[in-house]
């Protein structure tokens, strides 16, 4: 089933789409380039495991707990689709008020996949990011 899926370019654009703000990015050519990966011998196999896991993820490992940011020794910067519905920029208050050394920038007008729905504005996000 995640191989057919994976290979269907009408449902993975559909998936695609339900992720983001900018709609209109998710064209024929990013398809093609995103969906180039699945013929990579074995990807199948990872797509199933990873769903697999993600299904059955019971959110307890350090990643799901902001209390084990807490100890972080390096500049960490949020760069955030604030139209994100699938991680909503309330979140990273949790982030926000934990991590040591953290900084938001808010990107205005994209959601959950800002480097696919604002090319520019992302790019600058995170040059200025790593320039810090």
């Known amino acids: 089933l995640i191989g057919l899926l994976a290979h269907s370019e009408t449902f993975v654009q559909s998936r695609f789409k339900a ?4 709609k209109d990015n998710i064209n024929k050519e990013l398809m093609g380039t995103y969906m180039r990966s699945f013929d990579t011998e074995g990807t199948t196999l990872r797509l199933s495991n990873w769903f697999r896991d993600y ?3 019971p959110l307890i490992y350090q990643s799901t707990d902001s209390e084990s940011y807490k100890d972080l020794s ?4 949020l760069i955030w689709g604030v139209e994100d519905t699938v991680t909503p920029i ?4 949790a982030l926000l008020n934990t991590v040591p050394d953290v900084s938001l920038q808010k990107l205005e007008g994209v959601g959950h996949i800002p480097m696919i729905e604002d090319y520019d504005a992302f790019d600058m996000a995170l040059l200025e990011a790593i320039t810090r």
Not at 19 to 22: D, N
Not at 74 to 77: A, E, F, G, S, Y
Not at 90 to 93: A, I, P
Request: aromatic fraction near 14%; charge should be negative; avoid cysteine.
């Open 19 to 22: 992720f983001v703000y900018v």
């Open 55 to 57: 299904v059955n993820d």
């Open 74 to 77: 390096i500049p960490v910067r």
């Open 90 to 93: 309330s979140l990273s208050e």
